[in-house]
C-alpha cells in the first residue's frame, strides 16, 4: 500500500524501524512460503502415489511416517509468524503516523481502511509497538 511507502508528508519513508519492519515481514513471508511448499509438496507426492494405485490408507501412513504431523505444524506455525510480523508492523506504522506525522487516529484509519477501533487498538502500548516482533 502506498501509505507504507511514502511518509505523512510524501517523502519516503526511511526510518531505520521501518525498514527493520518491512525486512521482518519480508522474512517472515518468506519461511511462509518455504514450510507452505514443503506440506503442499508431500501433499502433491501423496496425491501421485494415490494416482499411481497405492490406498489412501497406505498413503496417510507413508504421509505420517514422514513427518506430515510435523509438516503441517510447520507450516502453521510459520504463517502465524508472518501474521505477528504484519501486525507488529502495522502497530508501528499507525504510532509513526499520529506520533510523528500528527495525523489523528480518525485520520489514520481512513488512510489504512480500517476502524477507528482497530487505529485505537494497534496505536495501544499493547500493540506491539517499538522493534520488538518476531525474528
Known sequence: MRWWIRGCCGDLVTDDWFVAAVERVAEAGHEACLAIEAAVGALREGRAAHDAGRSVVE???ELIGAGGRETRLSAADAFRNYERAIASMRAQVV??????CGLSLTDVAQRMKISRQAASRLYGPAAGCGDEGPD
Not at 504510532?95 to 510523528?100: K, S
Open 95 to 100: 504510532r509513526a503516523l499520529v506520533d510523528d
Open 59 to 61: 498413503v496417510v501412513e
